[in-house]
């Protein structure tokens, strides 16, 4: 029996799949049904306007994948191997913080859903439990989100806590140093409620930004006060045995310097539009990336997944492999681990229904030359 399929070590959980869900993209039409507004309207956005949360999505309309005619597609398979991990696919949960404003689980539920559908896990410095107790609850394939903390002994005991619980690489994040408030969110009125915390930090001082000395500003000399510089990069790198990826890369300048300084692999992303509002897409971004590293290098793509067709364009485009956000935030508020579970399940079934079409009967068929340009 092959785990990797299996949703029966989901079953006896209190959840339930409802009626409706034909593609993984229906959680998100169900999930206002099942997260308060505010909830809902902060999972949602991004910053700002949304323009870049809006950009992700848009992104993979202006590439259509192009059938191909009597391919042999019975050995067909999604099998990878990354990082030394070997997955059944290539879609990874990626790292999203308190998730226990979607679930009373949270992460420990989003944990069982990745280990019952073989994928790598990327648990996050902000998750609502700890890494250990997610570790408790996850499969072999889990790698630990890091946000460098304003002390670089907590960074390191965060390190530290890593590698004894298992963890398989760092994703170092990088590009959320400033993070606005949505305007749907703040409309909304959302604000934390007290049992999301985060977990993982619990007895380390708060690490809000330093009032600014008249006529400094607060964003220079504020938020930006404690900002990862390449310094903290190289640190981080001499300190751990574990392979530490970059997340947060859009240009291709920035790849190469990160792959010439000895990060394992990058994750192209704009943090789900969170970061700068009227940042270029991910998947836009992808190409050139790809270009700047070269062939060989490991590359994912992080933003706005939410079908198989999505995860193999992203493929197409140079990426080893996807992250997937919201889609996981939405099946966790719906069903909780077995929505995580049969959300997965439905982007690996899309994604072999996408290859089978296309010809393509492993990952490493799919190239560009599978896309065309859709206007």
């Not at 690489?169 to 009125?189: E, F, K, M, N, Y």
């Not at 930090?201 to 000395?213: D, F, K, M, R, V």
């Amino acid at each position: 029996m092959d785990k990797h399929w299996q949703l029966s070590l989901l079953m006896n959980q209190p959840s339930h799949i409802p009626a409706g869900v034909h593609n993984a993209i229906d959680y998100e039409r169900l999930a206002p049904q099942y997260l308060e507004a505010g909830r809902h309207a902060y999972v949602a956005g991004g910053c700002g306007w949304d323009q870049t949360v809006a950009a992700n999505r848009a992104a993979f309309t202006r590439w259509a994948v192009l059938p191909r005619l009597l391919r042999d597609m019975r050995a067909g398979h999604t099998r990878l191997t990354l990082a030394g991990l070997d997955l059944p696919h290539p879609l990874l949960l990626a790292p999203v913080a308190h998730q226990r404003l979607a679930h009373p689980d949270a992460e420990v539920a989003t944990a069982r859903a990745a280990q019952a559908m073989g994928s790598c896990l990327v648990a996050s410095t902000l998750s609502s439990c700890t890494l250990e107790t997610i570790t408790a609850a996850a499969g072999p394939a889990r790698w630990f989100q890091l946000y460098l903390q304003p002390d670089r002994d907590h960074s390191l005991q965060l390190v530290r806590r890593a590698e004894a619980a298992g963890y398989r690489a760092i994703v170092l994040t990088l590009d959320a140093s400033i993070q606005l408030a949505s305007r749907s969110a703040l409309q909304a009125g959302f604000t934390l409620p007290p049992d999301c915390v985060a977990a993982n930090l619990a007895g380390y001082p708060q690490a809000n930004a330093p009032a600014p000395a008249e006529g400094e500003s607060r964003i220079f000399q504020g938020a930006m006060r404690h900002a990862p510089l390449w310094d903290d990069l190289r640190w981080l790198l001499a300190q751990t045995r574990l392979p530490v990826w970059v997340k947060g890369v859009l240009h291709p300048e920035d790849a190469r310097a990160l792959q010439a300084a000895g990060c394992a692999g990058l994750i192209v992303s704009n943090h789900g539009g969170r970061s700068l509002d009227g940042a270029p897409a991910s998947l836009q971004q992808l190409p050139a990336v790809r270009a700047a590293v070269g062939a060989g290098y490991p590359l994912l793509l992080d933003g706005g997944i939410r079908s198989g067709a999505d995860a193999f364009k992203a493929l197409a485009l140079g990426a080893n492999a996807v992250l997937v956000g919201r889609l996981q935030v939405w099946a966790l508020a719906v069903a909780g681990a077995l929505g995580v579970a049969h959300m997965l399940q439905l982007l690996v079934e899309e994604l072999h229904a996408c290859m089978a079409q296309a010809g393509c009967a492993q990952l490493s068929d799919i190239t560009p030359d599978a896309l065309t340009p859709s206007c």
